[in-house]
């Protein structure tokens, strides 16, 4: 028995090929999508891996026309901004987190400040590099260290609140429940019981704005300026492992492209663990507490 | 020792629903008093009014008097103070899953800024003694986190937590619902032990556990206390049609 | 704190109304009262001396308010040091800034057409590149690919999403450009030329290029919140369409894209929101000329290039007072499109936890 007519038949045909057509269609883009990615590995690891030595992790960089040199000013740069970054930063996002999450709840407020924290985020780090160019270095009369943190930390805000909460979010609300019956004040419970439960998520999260934060050029090109020299202070300009590459990627100079590759090197692997770490923890799952 | 608890014109709000009203009772200190009826009838929030934890929701809401001992709960302190004399049991184990079993035990003791670690260490094996649970743990109370015991493990930890504080009042919000029969019948010996040193206040909604192991009764319906007696009258000789419907299986 | 203390409390209080008047048991009348402990034990002397712990309560609560309100501080400020201090360009210029090509330093002579049109051009363009492979991969991710492959494939668009803007510029200079330069560009104006967008001299660096970094570059964004919001329509609604005899990519069709279309869009605006602001790769391959240009190949200026590459060298107040206008333009740009993003995003994932990345 034929229950189907010609036209359906070939409609069938049409519909089956559509939906070949279009699986191979997501499958190529997929495959399209991870090709840069993988093609930016292997310069990566290509041109970088072959220019890092020694020299690069404890040399400032050479004169233009001498080879050698490294980024050692840089690297320990960076480092002394992100400290910086993190000092202001962190503290201030979790706690934003923990209003959210511990007082927050269903309030208009926190809902306001949950949105103005993902709207934030969005706003371009160029924007934050001319603010607080604006704010202190207009102030200080000279580019700093201190600018450059500033920056940092006030693009890491947002990401670690949201983070926070997020992770406050998985503590189980009976845990909550269980230190309140007991008496313990809410900050303290907030403290030693909802956030130290959630603390390997919040610490992932924080090294996850650490990571994005470190990569970050444009907010420091008018704060921390860069530095061609070693400086500890930090109202002076100090150099920065991106402000770094940038410099050295538009340079005319083969050694400089070389040592750019180098660098981003270093900071991709930096990033890379960070976020590797988090995927771990991600995979995981949610902290189960209680049962 | 515990203490009675006198409840006055208790009423009781989430949101806009009206979950418990003008509920009046006084329970006899030093015994335990079960609260039985079906579930939503507000049997819990009862509880939660008794140690102020009801309020932990930002749309709840209470009025009326409760007594503790000379104490008006709602007047005279600090939800805070209230429940630091007063045990709470919920109905799942809630352990805290960070703390080993001996940190577990005092954490009413050490989240309150209580340091002396003698006390602290003959605490936790009083505590876990009165839980019958000492044996079973006291090799490892710091090895293990507490969120590693079996579930009826868990439990008694948490009542050795609820312990630990030298409540004058012990809550128990079907403590038991979540265990197996073994379990089950572990927690019920430990409150007919306890009952003699604390008020326990125990809801449930197996009529048998009530009959077990509470003097008195107390049985719940649409936010309402509808009956208060002796245990044995409750179950042999109900003075409300509702309540017997209730206890004879006609509905619930 | 016995019950004897109950006793007398519970004769002047009125007695006990409904149901029931309370008959004490047996076992009550008899219980030992008496003596009420006069030694407390140390633990509850210790808890008893305990404070409420209302005034830490108070102040933490207010700690963490303040800090959650630094939020928006940090947006006000910005939105108040940027008008500041572009209070110069604002008087001078007004809104002829945003109509006007000139962009002369030299004569005092501002307005950032050609910006717009750059960071327009680019950031359009890079959409339309990568929107069809953002969601391609969506797709491929939440309803064709075997569940073993899943995970890794998303970790590698995620892991796209890690990598600094200026590693991406470093790539697009030394790899992109040269390949945009020999191969790409020449193969473009071959087959495309007629067009008229692919005119002029080819050097590699130009509007085309950018847009391919910023693509590549908010791909992952664009991907990973679709496909959030695509785990998030009900299987239910994929389970109704395939009932009726669907083939899968209708199912697809039918039952996922119209149910979470909101949510895609919302998608795709923070993805443009991202281009729009993008500053260091860009700035690096699109040659930085404020000319308005027909041609893909020909050099051009985006807003936030022309703050990276001129800021630190501008000299003069109206200079450096035209330039934080341009940022003050991004900031509110970026904000609104951001802010209608978000709303669209969470009005499909409300239950669905957010995504940091």
């Known amino acids: 028995m034929d229950f189907e007519s010609k036209s359906m038949r070939r409609n069938r045909a049409t519909r089956s090929a559509t939906n070949y057509f279009v699986s191979g269609l997501c499958i190529l883009a997929t495959i399209l999508v991870i090709l840069p990615l993988l093609a930016i590995l292997f310069y990566l690891i290509y041109k970088g891996a072959s220019s890092l030595n020694l020299a690069f992790f404890t040399h400032v960089p050479a004169p233009v026309g001498e080879t050698g040199g490294g980024m050692a000013n840089s690297i320990v740069g960076s480092g002394i901004i992100l400290f910086l970054a993190s000092l202001m930063g962190i503290p201030i996002g979790i706690a934003a987190g923990v209003y959210l999450a511990e007082f927050g709840r269903g309030k208009t407020l926190a809902n306001a400040v949950r949105f103005t924290a993902d709207v934030l985020n969005g706003v371009p780090s160029i924007v934050m590099g001319i603010s607080i160019y604006s704010l202190i270095v207009v102030q200080q009369k000279h580019f700093s260290a201190l600018a450059g943190g500033v920056a940092l930390a006030v693009m890491m805000v947002p990401t670690i609140t949201r983070t926070t909460e997020e992770m406050l979010a998985t503590v189980p609300h009976a845990i909550r429940e269980a ?8 900050w303290r419970t907030a403290i030693s019981v909802s956030l130290r439960t959630a603390s390997p998520g919040i610490i992932t999260g924080c090294m996850l704005a650490f990571a994005r934060v470190a990569g970050e050029t444009a907010p420091l090109l008018f704060t921390a300026f860069g530095n061609q020299f070693w400086s500890f202070n930090l109202s002076q300009p100090i150099a920065a492992l991106p402000l770094q590459i940038y410099v050295y990627a538009i340079s005319p100079y083969d050694e400089w492209h070389r040592l750019a590759w180098a660098g981003s090197l270093v900071l991709i692997v930096l990033i890379m663990v960070s976020v590797t770490l988090v995927r771990i923890f991600a995979n995981r799952g949610a902290l189960k507490g209680g049962s | 020792m515990g203490v009675g608890i006198l409840v006055e014109d208790l009423n009781a709000w989430y949101g806009t629903t009206h979950t418990l009203q003008d ?8 015994h335990a008093t079960a609260l039985i009826g079906p579930s939503g009838c507000g049997k819990s929030t009862f509880v939660r009014c008794l140690n ?13 008097v409760v007594k503790m001992g000379e104490i008006d709960i709602y007047n005279d302190a600090s939800p805070v103070e209230i429940r630091r004399r007063v045990g709470m049991v919920f109905q799942r184990p809630n352990p805290f899953p960070t703390m080993s079993i001996y940190d577990n035990v005092v954490s009413g003791l050490k989240l309150n800024g209580f340091r002396n670690r003698r006390i602290l260490d003959e605490t936790v094996e009083r505590s876990l003694k009165q839980a019958a649970l000492w044996e079973e743990v006291k090799d490892d109370l710091k090895k293990k986190s507490g969120a590693s015991l079996s ?18 009042v012990l809550l128990m919000d079907e403590p038991a619902s979540a265990l197996d029969p073994v379990s089950t019948s572990k927690i019920e010996d430990l409150i007919f032990q306890l009952k003699s040193q604390y008020t326990i206040v125990i809801v449930t909604h197996n009529m048998q556990q009530a009959a077990r192991v509470a003097e008195n009764t107390g049985f719940f319906l649409n936010g309402k206390m509808v009956e208060f007696d002796s245990t044995h009258k409750i179950f042999t000789n109900p003075r409300d049609k509702r309540t017997e419907d209730y206890i004879t299986g006609r509905f619930g | 704190m016995s019950s004897t203390r109950m006793t007398p409390e519970r004769e002047t209080s009125s007695p006990l109304p409904v149901p029931t008047p309370v008959s004490p048991p047996a ?24 404070g409420s712990g209302r005034l830490a309560d108070d102040s933490f609560a207010a700690v963490m308010l303040i800090c959650a309100c630094s939020i928006f501080a940090i947006v006000l400020f910005i939105f108040g040091i940027l008008i500041m201090h572009s209070r110069l360009s604002l008087a001078q210029f007004g809104w002829k800034f945003f109509t006007t090509q000139a962009w002369d330093p030299v004569s005092g002579d501002f307005g950032a057409l ?109 991907s990973s919140l679709t496909r959030d919001i695509m785990t998030a329509v009900p299987n239910s609604q994929r389970e109704a369409v395939l009932a009726l005899g669907a083939t899968r990519w209708e199912m697809i069709r039918v039952g996922v894209l119209r149910n979470s279309r909101i949510g895609i869009v919302g998608a795709v605006m923070l993805g ?65 499109v951001n802010a209608i993003a978000r709303l669209m995003v969470w009005a499909v994932t409300r239950n669905a936890p957010a995504r940091v990345i």
């Open chain 3, 272 to 336: 443009l929101g991202r281009a729009l602001g993008e500053t260091m790769a860009v700035t690096m391959v699109i040659g930085n000329h404020p000319d308005i240009s027909k041609s893909l190949f020909a050099p051009g200026y985006t807003l936030a290039s022309v703050i990276a590459n001129e800021f630190s060298e501008a000299t003069g107040d109206l200079y450096l007072s035209a330039l934080i206008e341009i940022g003050l333009a991004l900031f509110l740009v970026t904000i609104v």
């Open chain 3, 27 to 50: 076992a009550f009348a008899d219980m030992a009262p008496a003596v009420a402990s006069t030694t407390l034990s140390p633990i509850r002397d210790y808890l008893s001396k305990r």
């Open chain 2, 151 to 168: 579930g009826g493990q868990q439990q008694r930890m948490c009542i050795a937590r609820a312990l630990a504080v030298d409540p004058e």
């Open chain 1, 179 to 186: 230190a309140l019956g007991l008496g313990v004040p809410k």
């Open chain 2, 52 to 64: 102020r934890m009801h309020e932990t929701n930002p749309i709840a809401r209470a009025t009326g």
């Open chain 3, 114 to 222: 050609p910006f717009i049109y750059g960071t327009l051009a680019t950031s359009l363009l890079a959409l339309c590149m990568a929107v069809p492979l953002a969601l391609g991969v969506a797709i491929f991710l939440t309803e064709l690919c075997p569940r073993p492959l899943r995970a890794p494939i998303s970790f590698l668009t995620e892991l796209l999403a890690a990598i600094p803007s200026v590693v991406y510029g470093l790539w697009a200079v030394f790899v992109l450009v040269p390949l945009m330069r020999d191969v790409i560009g020449p193969f473009l104006s071959k087959t495309l030329g007629w067009t008229g967008f692919f005119d002029g001299p080819n050097f590699g660096v130009g509007l085309l290029t950018a847009s391919m970094i910023l693509a590549i570059m908010i791909l992952p964004i664009i």
């Open chain 2, 23 to 30: 509920i009046n009772l006084h329970i006899p200190a030093n």
